[in-house]
């Protein structure tokens, strides 16, 4: 069967539709995640983050999940529009200063209207 | 946050030459740090750099062919020597947001580099 919170590199949807990106994350000692938009030709952009002491945060149409137990983070878009085209990475690092993040594959999203 | 210029954005290198990306920050910061961007690929560490100190460098990436100044609390290089086709991807500065620590990184455009 589908693997709960599977990866997938690309990802289309309808504008209006509600999207849902994943990511798996590797160290059981990260203790902060961060969600980036890249468009093209551009650096990463921080969208939204999250620490390990809750499950669940939201912002303006976007939700960001954290599962500590199975390691896995997603990204929920709502009301997805061609603006939101981009790859997605998830990022991991601890809350201890002077750590770097460590970046998760990418996902790219495709919204046609 | 910070605002972070690279220059150059963009460049076509022969095999052999070596070429110095810039970064510079409107304000001033701990640490910077350097990532590489291969075609399709995700993010990768380069080295983190901290003013006054020598570049603490990742798994893989070495001081000769990726050396990086950091003469001020706004400013850094990378240099890609000795490019290769290998080379060829794109290489982001970033900093960390407030005056020390990671956690939140500010990415700058980045410099593509295609090496021929």
């Known amino acids: 069967g589908e693997s709960v919170g599977l990866h997938l590199p690309t990802l289309s949807v309808q504008e209006g539709d509600n999207s849902i990106i994943n990511c798996a994350y590797s160290n059981s000692a990260s203790d902060y995640f961060i969600w980036y938009k890249q468009e093209s030709g551009k650096g990463p952009q921080f969208i939204i983050d999250i620490r390990s002491n809750m499950d669940k945060r939201q912002g303006q149409r976007v939700t960001v999940l954290l599962n500590k137990t199975v390691k896995h983070l997603s990204l929920q878009i709502a009301a997805t529009q061609p603006g939101d085209s981009a790859v997605y990475f998830c990022a991991e690092t601890t809350t201890q200063a002077g750590t770097a993040l460590i970046f998760g594959k990418g996902t790219t999203l495709s919204v046609s209207s | ?116």
């Open chain 2, 1 to 116: 946050s910070a605002v972070i210029s690279q220059k150059p954005s963009r460049d076509i290198c022969q095999r052999g030459t070596s070429l110095t990306i810039q970064c510079q920050v409107d304000s001033q910061v701990t640490m910077m740090f350097w990532y590489r961007q291969q075609p399709g690929q995700s993010l990768t560490l380069i080295a983190t750099a901290n003013q006054g100190s020598e570049a603490t460098y990742e798994s893989g990436f070495v001081i000769d062919k990726f050396p990086i100044s950091r003469p001020n609390l706004t400013f850094s290089t990378l240099t890609v020597s000795n490019m290769s086709p290998e080379d060829s991807s794109i290489y982001l500065c970033s900093v960390g947001r407030g005056s020390s620590g990671a956690n939140v990184l500010t990415f700058g455009a980045g410099s593509r580099l295609t090496v021929l």
